[in-house]
């Protein structure tokens, strides 16, 4: 008696266990659960959000070579997800304002812009331009009006950034200028000339 007993229960107990149903989780809690387990990866989720391709780089440097940087801001901002912009495109900004049009800053200024160019597959130059016979250098602002010659250097040299035959520093502002017409506007003392070299790096004489 006891035996058949015993094996009714067993057979209740597998029947109960066959016919118990499946739980199953609204979508809204799969998301939940799916959001749970993406924060314990917060590293590999920032570097695929984060990531730009060839083509986003390709025309972001283009959108800076022509001067067009909010473009350019704008851009990284969608294809990132970031509106906190990294250092390099902050420091490019600041490249070209007003108060870096005078000598002194045009090395850092120069660093700045071929940083970002770098940063985003550009293959730009350092050009070191230098007055023969004085050490005055200046720039037409406005080309053929010598009542808008600005001095860019009283220590006998100007550093620039060369990008596919434009010149770019403060002077120029973002769109830079073609190189010929960069050299046009170069002033020094009368009969004095001005010669032009790529430096590797900054830190050559």
Not at 17 to 31: D, G, I, L, N
Not at 64 to 76: E, F, P, S, T, V
């Amino acid at each position: 008696m006891r035996a058949r007993l015993f094996g009714l229960l067993v057979l209740w107990a597998a029947t109960a266990t066959a016919s118990a149903p499946v739980t199953s989780h609204p979508a809204t809690r799969v998301r939940q659960l799916v959001v749970a387990q993406a924060s314990t990866q917060p590293l590999r989720i920032s570097q695929a959000v984060l990531q730009m391709t060839d083509t986003v780089r390709a025309q972001m440097l283009a959108m800076l070579a022509r001067g067009d940087i909010q473009k350019a801001i704008a851009l990284y901002q969608l294809e990132t997800g970031r509106q906190t912009l990294p250092r390099w495109l902050q420091l490019l900004e600041l490249a070209f304002t007003a108060e870096n049009r005078r000598p002194g800053p045009c090395l850092e200024v120069a660093r700045r812009i071929f940083t970002a160019f770098q940063q985003l597959g550009g293959k730009p130059e350092f050009i070191r331009f230098t007055p023969h016979g004085s050490r005055y250098l200046a720039f037409e602002m406005r080309a053929g009006e010598p009542r808008s010659t600005v001095q860019l250097s009283d220590l006998g040299l100007h550093v620039a950034v060369r990008l596919q035959n434009k010149i770019y520093d403060a002077f120029t502002g973002p769109q830079g200028l073609p190189e010929d017409e960069y050299i046009r506007r170069l002033v020094t003392e009368e009969g004095m000339k001005i010669s032009s070299a790529v430096l590797n790096s900054l830190d050559e004489p």
